[in-house]
DNA sequence: GTCCGTTCGTGCACAAGTTCACAAGCGAGT
DNA sequence: ACTCGCTTGTGAACTTGTGCACGAACGGAC
């Protein structure tokens, strides 16, 4: 694979990429065979050129006159994702919003599968959840070492969240899906995303009610 | 308030600010009365540097030679967000994950009450949920205009969301915050904000097993 | 085979955001 | 009252990311 000669994507064209799979899935979906920069750009609401500069990063995927095959190209972004494969994960913290993670239809047809559930409370220990077992938090960093789990999402209360993201780590995990609004301390090849909606409020509040 | 004469703050400045905010709140509640710029910085992650550029686009909020007045500053920035009141706020959609955001506490203590829930399905329509009854999608318009609600959130499988959306922005909603993957078509003067658990993963396998 | 409309990939200029680095200001100690 | 250590607020330099604009190339029509 190319990836060893790609050293400096910036992030933020990372971060693109998968809205740009699943609106070129959507489009094959819908029998459109063929996209132009331009069709693209405002399906997603960015500019065409920078959906051209983003590809660019990684190779030459259009024809000039023609656009992009749109099946083809969903596939090779998802093969530099990496989302061509199924990805195990952690999961820590089985309280209600654990729980709704756990159920959350959507892992299923994604690249994702939980593959292990921990929990501080002993009494939820034991529990089962379709194939797999709640697990104590005790056993969490040797459980994600033992199954190469590289992927954690952490689902418990702010006070916690630190501790469970060290033990995560030390079991070899390096992306944390953080629902604890609190900022993890990590080591610089760990990646943490943050999903928090009230901080996603706060930062629109501002805006609001300046007349109309 | 000095609201209208500070035109062009960047948009990034402002998401930062609830982080700001939440961290102040956390050391005052641990009776911390001083923080610098570098004692900050470090508890949240970015620079100090950063920190003081972002609080001068509002006015001068340290002393030199002493930091910041944890409490007070906590309290400005509250003020600069309008987090200083309660905001009321749509939802729609009570399928499962409506009604983990319906009783998810953490809206509680914070600036957000849920005033109103709208769902398509007829069987659930009218099924009281505390204080507010769901109500059809069809009233979602005018109820909101009613109620002076500015704030959505879209919970609604991606197929609706958009005509969720539109019915929204008809009835005076600003800010809505989308559960749905797809990237709603919106008025400038609209802001969303996404939640989207997969896409957030989907933005970490990239850097993942490239050897240890 | 040539023309013509379309669309890519990219050099370059620009814009936006971050960091540096330092003068000014505060307060404690003497 | 003066000194000294510390920390702010901000001009200026720098870095990063975006958009423009154009040469190159593809394919259909004639």
Known sequence: MAREFEPDIPDIVIRRLPLYVRTLRALADSD??????????????????????????????????????????EQAITQILQLDREWPVALAGFGSLGHAIAHYR???????????????????????????AILSDQCMTSEIRRLGIEIGIIAVPAAEAQEVANAMIDGGVQSILNYA?????????????EIDPI??????????????
Do not use: C, H
């Open 32 to 73: 459109v065979a063929n996209v132009s920069s331009d069709d693209l750009a405002d399906e997603i609401g960015v500019t065409a050129a920078q959906i051209r500069r983003d590809l660019s990063y990684f190779g030459k995927f259009g024809k000039q006159g023609k656009g992009y095959d749109t099946r083809s190209l």
């Open 106 to 132: 959507g892992f299923g047809p994604s690249s994702f599968r939980i593959a292990a559930i921990f929990d501080r409370n002993p009494d939820k220990v034991g529990e089962p959840l379709g194939e797999i």
């Open 181 to 193: 609004p609190i900022v993890l301390k990590t080591p610089p090849n760990v990646r943490v995303r």
């Open 199 to 212: 901080w996603a409020l706060q930062t629109m509040t501002y805006y609001l009610g300046v007349g109309s």
